[in-house]
Structure formats: structure tokens, C-alpha cells
């Protein structure tokens, strides 16, 4: 190509040392005078399959082209319908983020947390300082409880819960356990269906009614968009429920703005008027579900639509109108979000929604359900999870929760892992005792830009004698780390990805050569597992070389198999590929997980577990300050993920306050001003950008990491308060992001 | 009528993600700073909530195009074929003409090759019978390729508000005007 001298040398290939720069472009930007280059041709490329492994609904199957070892671009696989070519604002900056300047190259250690001062070390005397340390904790305490590990949704492939595995084969350590994301929702539907199962996204096109009730798809789930989109095109109404105007509201044919946490009020309004105008599915709440006369008893004397118009503040004409479409509409869905359950009342509301939809007769029928969330194509071998402690290992006596994603069972033995409240991670390193936590390891997490109460967290993280992150970038948990150990992403290890969301499998290859000195997880504990026999022979029993490849293929099945209709899971090279399912609905055979094998409007577990066997209204938490403090997720990142990237900075420059106008008028705030947002946690600055989006008693700010030169982050404004459910199943209660308070002031 | 290949792009389905913008960057890698693609939020006169209802815009491959007119060293084509207008960087002196010119802000100066850039519509994919990068990526295709010359006049249109009206230019990029739904607020 003649051009081929002038091309630009892409700032994405500074750091990437060898290859030529005009080999990089995937396209020919340049072009004779004719206009007539020669059209894209694929075989210039190696493809590779990947798949996003965020914490997203949609986790998405990728196809990666590569050219002389580098990637040149990505985009969505064909394969599947549900991806369908493409990815979402945060997938296509994937081809930026292993070859980012700011990515973390090689272990390194800081010398004094937060000072900034890093050096490069060898993986050798990385693993040597590590290894000597858990070998000192567990002779100062005779076991290694001592050594916390804190593992999140950073990375959901599959072979990172090697990150466990590894744990586990040092001996018995403190486990984090429960989930910030959905816990409360899960245990409610779990009381009332028996499990968490939800329909497939896909059937949600045959809905005549869908109220998508706190969730934000147009952001956080942007290829169930077109669904919901063809159901409307097909003549079902849309409704958004929702404290704020989301983008998702913005597409719907009716929009209600509730008070925050009112949800169950309203639900249990609909219901009553439901009930009052004979509309209930008999045949389903007779033959299919267990304790509707007590709930209907329960509506008839605590509940009107009045009443429920109050509480929420939509007006009752409304409901009632709304609660007869919803009721005769057939099919009709509820999309249940996540974002609705982080109240304290959270797992009481997803109760009354639940119940809304089931004496409709929704449940177990194509087109509609109340969908949250499964973990139906989750069967694992979990090889990197399930290793052996070493022999003699000492750990924790007693009752020790186990997490959501912790599908092992009936392992026996006299000792377990030390658990404690994964959200209150603060709180816990403060209160654990007899043996503190002394050291932590955290991985496929952000601790700082997720954990709640920021400035606790950083208390509690001083007192830690030392603390190892597994991380990509200079996150503000590696600036409280001593030792930095880099990882590598996606695009340069071998795993498994399934969604909770939709029904497809994609394996994700290796599709470049780990960049720097990154290593998978697993390879991580290979290396420690070496020192580790090196020092002491048998005191780590995971094996000392790993390929994240075998390990892949390991964690297949002949049930997955089945499920999936492959032969084997090289299969998957070709492309991704759906679950077979009897009927795209949950609970299609009308056998539920619950005791009674009904539906259960009242669960006699949940009172077991505390809580009220039917699903009543339940009061959300008091206001500590003049604002209802909202930190949902932005569209430009995956909690911090994302957002540090130059590329994704190119079009979400900085963080803002979203404030009505005439609170702001109020407190003489313009437009863009630089604002303080207080509370008793601590306190944030931004600038405000005012707008009705939000009421005039609410703050929004969108939960972010800035990265460099910015010390931006909500979790100073958010406490560790608890929601009412999600012990049960999850392993500790879910956390009431959403009721937090603050006050604003210009700065 | 020729041949001309357009952007077309649906306010209505458009949920204003940035995923096309980001999938023309995957795909060209542009320097820090230069944007093809972007994602305009229309202000409150035109549409009633902020940052809720969006424009997609690129370089509208114009029937008149302004850049083209103004190059000294002619490194703009028109494709005969479909349309679509071709900047030839290799020429380009970046003397900044059609960087003043075009009054949709679709040329680019590329500050480490100091010459001009824009939206190539990915005639590279096009004539490989593929769609464009940002195209493709759009998950509830709100924007899509179309051809003037083929498409049926239905709700479309040239010129929505808070967009250019340049009638000599005859931009073919088309729109579909963004709705509101009921509000029941408290
Ligand atoms: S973040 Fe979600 S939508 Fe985006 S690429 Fe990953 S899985 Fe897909
Ligand atoms: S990808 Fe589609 S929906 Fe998203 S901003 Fe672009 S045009 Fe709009
Ligand atoms: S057509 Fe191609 S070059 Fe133009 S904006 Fe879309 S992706 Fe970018």
C-alpha cells in the first residue's frame, strides 16, 4: 500500500514495543486518489472468540481480530441474537484497555501506603514477601485466619475463582462474603419462587405489558433495549418505574416517579385494586401457589389504593388504571432491577412485586414473569474454586455463611473459613479478633471505589499489616496496597463466561500474549503456590504450573453439555451458544424450589428467617439529612471500570451532581457551579448540572472512578447500612445503597 | 436519483449510549482529542429533560460537500458510486480549509499527523459488503445506512432543530424526532 509511510502512529501503540506501526491499523484509513481501496478483508486477521466478563446482564460474546500479534479491533459476535454484532460504549473500549500507558506492568511494591513511592520487583520477591508473610501469620496464630481475602464481580470468568481456589489451598482464611449487588432480591424471590429464575430476555418481545420497575437497561443492559423496543412496536405498553427520569424512562409510554423505596406501597395498591375488581388468576393462586387468601385477608384490611397513593405519590387514578391494564394484559412482565432492592425495605418490595405478578398469573408463562436474575446456566465444574487445605490445616469452628456464587455443597470437615459481612468490609477488618485481620488479598475488586464508608475503610485498611492487590490499573485500593501484582485481561487468558441475565455460553480464548509481566489469577497462584513449597514443602496445595487453557477446559461438563447442545467445549470456538430450554419462561412447569413445591404468598421460611411470611409493606429507612442521596451506575463504566480509560475520557470528561432547579435556586446553586455534597459519612465535590431529571428532594451523582489527578468518589457520601434480606442466600444482608441522605452547598 | 449512501438517525430509538462512538474508535484508533463520531445531547428547548433524547452525528458525506470545495490540493473525492466523500490524508497539507468550512465540524485536525481527518463512512467495509463499525455496534439500531435514492419518505427529516440548515451543502444525513413519554410525577 503506498500510503502505508503516512499513517498515523495510533497513540494506542505507545508501550507496545516492536511491531511496525503501519501493520496496526485494522482499516485503510488512507486511500489512493481513486477512493477505491481495497475492501476489508477478514483474512488479514486471526479471530479470536472473548467474552465481557464485567459484572453486566449482558455479558457480551466478542470477536477479537488480531494482526501480528496485537489487537486491532473488536466487536459483537454475529452468533448470538442477543448480542448481535455488537457491544456496548464500555465493550469497545476494550481494545484500549490492555494496551493503556497507565496499566500496571510489573509486581511492584509501595514503600508507605499512599505515598505514591512504587518500585518494580521481580514476581520473585513479590511471592517471597508474600509467602513469607502468610508463613509468619500462621505461626504467630496458629492458622491463617489471619490472611482476608476480598473477591468480587471485577472479573466473572469463570477460572477466577481460582482466586478462592488458591485460599483454600493455603489453608483456612477470612472470607468476605455476600454480594453489594442484589442479595436482598434474590432471598425474596427465593422465599416466594424458590430460586432466582428469570425468563429469557429474549421472550420479553412477547409481552403485551412491561413495567420495568428500578432498573436502567438503556444503561446497564443496552442489548435488552431492543427487546423492550419491539415489544412496544408490537403494541405492548411500557412503563418505567423509577425515582429518577432515566434514559430507560425516556423510551417508555408512561414513566412514574415514585418516592424512593415507596415501591412495595405501590405494588401492594395494584394488587388491592386487583383484588377488589375480580381480576386475580384463580386457577393459578388456587392449584399453583400456597397462602393468597392470607394475602388477599392482608390486602383487604391493610391496604387501599389511597393509602398506597400517599405513600408513593402517584396518584390513585393511576394506579388503578395501571394495575387493570397490567392484570389484563396477557402476557404482562416485571422487570425487577437490582437498584430497587438496595433499600432496607428491599427485599420486602421485590416480595410485593413478586406477588403482583404471580396472582396475575404471570409467573411461568412466556412473555412474562418477574425477572431479576439466574444463575440456571452457572454448573460449573468449579476446579479453580474447590481445592484442598493442606494437611493439619487449622481453621474457624462454628457457623460460617457461605457466599451467592459458592454452588459447592456438603463438603464436611471440622474446620471452615472465617466469613464475615462483605458489606461492611470497614467495619469487619475493625471488628474481627483473636486473629485480627492482619493481611489482605484482594482481586477482581475496588474496594475503595465500591466498599461503603470510604473513610472508615481507610482507617480499618491502616490497621492492616499488609495488604496485596490484583489489580490493572493504580485504582485508590492499590494506593492503600503495599504490593501491586499485575493482571491480565480478557484478551490474554483462557476462561468461561455465562450471563445472570441471558441464556448464552461464550468461551473466551487467548488472544494475545499477556502484555508486560500480567499473569491470569490462576497463574498467580501457580506462582505463589511455588514459593510457598519452596519455603515450606506442602504448605500450598495448588498445583505450581498452570494453563489457564486446561483449567478452561476443566470446568466443563456433560450436563453443560446437555444444556447447551455441544459436544464439547472446543465447540465454542465457533461462536456462542444458547441454553436449549423447554419454554423461554421460569418456572414453566409450575414446580417451584419452595418447600411446599408452590408458589408462595406466604413463606413460612421467610418468617423463619425474621421477616414477615407474607409479603407486607414494610417502612424504608428515616432520612439523616436534607437530601435522598442517589449513586447509581453510570453508562461510561462498570463501577470504576472503564472510566479511567483516555478513550472513554474523550466523551465523559468529569463527574457531576444532578440537581433540581429549584432546590438548587433554593441554595443558590447555578448551572455548573462547584458544589459540596455533605453528609455524617463524609463529603464530595463536583460540579452541578441541573436538571428535572431528579426531584427537588433528591441528589444524584453516578458511582465512578476517575483515575489520575482526581480524588472523586461516592462511597464517601454512602454508609454501610444493611437491607433487610440477603443473609439467607448471598451469606450476609445486601446493603441500602440507595437510602443515603446528604446536604449541598456551593464550594 | 444517484446512488447516495446515508446515515440515518433514529431519536426515537436512540438511547444516547455512545456505543457508536466508541466502536469508530476501536475500529480507527484516533488520536487524543479527535472525534469522528459523537453523541450530542439536544438542549432542553428542543427536547424537554436534559441529556435524555440524542443526536448521532458524523460527517453527513454532503451532495455539495463544503470540504471538498475548498481543498487547494483536491484531497477530498466523492465516490461516484454511492456518495460517499472520501478524504485522502496523503494529500492533505493540513492547511485547515476544510476544517473551517464544513459547518457540521466533521473534519478533524490530527495533531500528530498535522493534516485533517473525518468519518471515511468505512467505505473499506462497504465495499466489503459489511456495514459500517458504528452501524453495526448500535444496539437498538437507531442508526442505520441508508440510500437516498431508496428510501420512501416517511417521518423523516432533513433538518431538525438545533441542526445546521446548510440547503447548498444538502447534508444527507437523516433524522427520526425523538418522543417524550406520559410523566406521572409527585
Ligand atoms: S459491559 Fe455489558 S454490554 Fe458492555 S460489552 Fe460488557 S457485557 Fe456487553
Ligand atoms: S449506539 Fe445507537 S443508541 Fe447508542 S448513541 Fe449511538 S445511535 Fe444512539
Ligand atoms: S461510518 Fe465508520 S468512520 Fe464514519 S463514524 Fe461510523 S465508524 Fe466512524
Known sequence: MASKKLLSRRRFLQGVTAATAASMLPCRLLVPGTAQAAGFDQNEFQVFRNACPRNCYDTCSIKTYVKDGVIQFIEGAPESTYTDGGLCVKGYSYTRRPYSPDRIKYP???????TGKWRRVSWDEAMDRIAGKIMELKERDGSLLGLGMTKYSGNFGITNYGVEGLMSSLGYTTRFVGTPCWPAGIDAQNYDLGNMWCNDPEDMVKARYVIIWGANPAWCSVHSMKYIMEAKRRG???????????????KGDVFWQPKTASDGALALGMARHILDKGLVDRAFVENNAQGFEEFAAYLRENVTVEWAAEQSGIPAE??????????????????????MQRHTNGGASVRSIDALVAMTGNVGKEGGGARYGHLQTWGFNYNAFIQKQPEGSVGFTGPAAKGEFDLT????????????????????????????????????????????????????????EMVVSVEQFFTETVANSDIVLPVTTLFEEWTVNASYWHYWLSINEQAIKPLHEAKSNLEIGAALSRKMNELAPGSCTLPTEIDTREWTAKEFNQGIYDLFGINDWTDLKNGP??????????????KFGTPSGKYEFRSDLCAEHGHKALPEFKKGRESYDKFRLLTPHT??????????????????????????????????????????????????KARVKLTDNVTEDCLLIYEAWFGKGTTFNVQNLVDDESADMGAYKAGAPGVAIHDQFADIERA | MKKQYAFLVDSERCIGCFTCAMACRNYYHQEEGVVWRQVYPLSEEIYPHRERAFLSLACNHCEDPACLNVCPVNAYTKREEDGVVVHHQEKCIGCGNCIRSCPYGAPKYNPVEKRAEKCSFCHERLDAGLKPACVQSCPTKALQLVDLAEMQQTNQVQYPAGYPKMEKLNPSTRFILPKTPKMVRR
Open chain 1, 318 to 339: 393511576e394506579i388503578r388504571e395501571v394495575a387493570e391494564e397490567f392484570a389484563q394484559a396477557d402476557p404482562a412482565t416485571i422487570w425487577i432491577g437490582y437498584g
Open chain 1, 236 to 250: 405492548a405498553k411500557i412503563l418505567v418505574i423509577d425515582p429518577v427520569f432515566t434514559q430507560t424512562a425516556a
Open chain 1, 409 to 464: 455443597e456438603g463438603r464436611q470437615a471440622s474446620y471452615s473459613d472465617r466469613t464475615v459481612n462483605i458489606n461492611k468490609t470497614a467495619q469487619a477488618i475493625l471488628d474481627t479478633k483473636d486473629p485480627a485481620i492482619r493481611m489482605l488479598w484482594v482481586s477482581c475488586k475496588n474496594p475503595f471505589a465500591q466498599d461503603f464508608d470510604r473513610p472508615k475503610l481507610e482507617k480499618a485498611f491502616d490497621t492492616l
Open chain 1, 635 to 684: 453508562k461510561f463504566g462498570i463501577h470504576s471500570q472503564f472510566v479511567n480509560l483516555d478513550w472513554m475520557k474523550e466523551y465523559n470528561k468529569e463527574p457531576f451532581v444532578y440537581m433540581h432547579p429549584k432546590a438548587a435556586a433554593g441554595k443558590g446553586i447555578n448551572d455548573l457551579d462547584m458544589v459540596r455534597v455533605f453528609n455524617k459519612v463524609g463529603e464530595q
Open chain 1, 577 to 590: 451458544v444458547k441454553a436449549k430450554l423447554a419454554s423461554s419462561a421460569a418456572w414453566h412447569d409450575m
Open chain 1, 108 to 114: 511492584m511494591v509501595q514503600d508507605g501506603r499512599r
